[in-house]
């Protein structure tokens, strides 16, 4: 049997995880590490995502494990999933091994308690569909029922069947990315599949808003763009995000996005990404318009006033190196802009003398 390596896991996550197996070894019960993590430690890269399936109730499990550790603990009894945080933030979600039952297209799924190779059946893509036991006697070992490693040696992604993208057209975009992140190809059936999914006008059996959380997602990979390019090559992103079509000029403003994002030495946690992002496909949109995309993404009125802001205020900016706005009136707009808001300034602006004064607002 195939042994998983977990050199890439720090001491304490690894300790974790150990003690996770102990826990369910003394009510002998079997428990696996799934997911991304899984694929990531294979091929070598580093995932500190740990999520724990179980052939038995994750609930309960979680609890006595949180309970056993002083640790905290949250419950979502409709998906038969828990949550556990320790101290330092380190989160472990748990869940009840389970299969999906889709009522329609789109629809969210119906769970019931299953096994772990049903568990695995259900997960998008096969590269996402491998287990790691953590009891004891069997740790580290891979459990593989349909050929994840062989499509992660072949850098495919691949579907379980023509269904998937109809049960779950949010799998369009999660393709993408990860065909983009991993330097993948989704494999011809696959992409079969997708534009048969698109051809069936399955797209709307899902709300806008289900589709901005994976778009969330793409803006924080190293390079969305080559996500939003793809996607629209597969003519997925007119019929997602019509309202997001890539122009030339769009193009160039996201790229000198992600220009500046690649350019960070230390990740800033107090910034939202995707609110850059978005403030740059709809720069060339008017205000009216933007409101009512915005209104249909369904996204908080504290950000949709920052993307109509950077909407309305970066003339004032950009005009300073020409003297036509005083240094106290740019300073009054810079002082009251958000992160986000300065940050796409920045990009946006071809001026060396304007971007040298922001950045005074962003150290």
């Known amino acids: 049997m195939t042994k998983i390596c977990f050199k890439k896991l720090p001491g304490n996550i690894l300790s974790l995880i150990k003690s996770i197996g102990a826990h369910a070894d003394k009510k002998n019960i079997s428990a696996y590490l799934v997911g991304g993590i899984v694929r ?153 599949c997708l534009r048969n999914s698109l051809k069936k006008n399955i797209i709307q059996s899902v709300t806008l808003g289900r589709y901005f959380e994976e778009f969330k997602k793409i803006c924080e990979e190293k390079n969305p763009v080559k996500c939003w390019k793809r996607l629209s090559e597969l003519d997925a992103l007119k019929e997602i995000f019509p309202d997001f079509c890539l122009s030339e000029d769009r193009n160039k403003l996201l790229n000198l996005v992600e220009e500046y994002f690649s350019s960070l030495r230390v990740e800033n946690f107090l910034l939202s990404r995707w609110l850059v992002y978005l403030m740059a496909f709809v720069d060339d949109v008017s205000l009216d318009d933007t409101r009512d995309s915005l209104n249909k993404l369904l996204i908080a009125r504290k950000d949709q006033q920052k993307i109509l802001s950077s909407k309305t205020e970066f003339d004032i900016v950009k005009r300073v190196s020409c003297e036509k706005v005083s240094v106290d009136q740019a300073q009054r707009v810079l002082k009251s802009l958000s992160r986000e808001e300065l940050v796409f300034f920045y990009c946006k602006s071809d001026d060396f003398s304007v971007k040298e004064y922001i950045k005074r607002f962003l150290i």
């Open 40 to 192: 990531d430690l294979i091929v070598g890269k580093e995932n500190f995502d740990i999520d724990v399936v179980l052939e038995i109730n994750a609930i309960d499990f979680a609890k006595a494990f949180a309970e056993k550790n002083n640790f905290s603990f949250i419950a979502y009894p409709k998906f038969m999933t828990a949550t556990v945080f320790q101290e330092n933030g380190v989160r472990i979600d748990f869940a009840t091994a389970r299969k999906e039952k889709y009522s329609s297209p789109g629809a969210l799924p119906d769970v019931l308690p299953a096994t772990i190779q049903t568990d695995l059946f259900r997960r998008d893509f096969t590269i996402n569909a491998m287990a790691v036991s953590i009891n004891e006697k069997k740790f580290g070992e891979i459990i593989d029922f349909y050929d994840g490693q062989g499509d992660l040696e072949k850098k495919k992604i691949r579907v379980f069947h023509d269904k998937s993208f109809i049960e779950d057209p949010t799998r369009i975009l999660r393709a993408v990315r990860f065909e983009q992140r991993l330097d993948f190809e989704i494999e011809p059936d696959t992409k079969k």
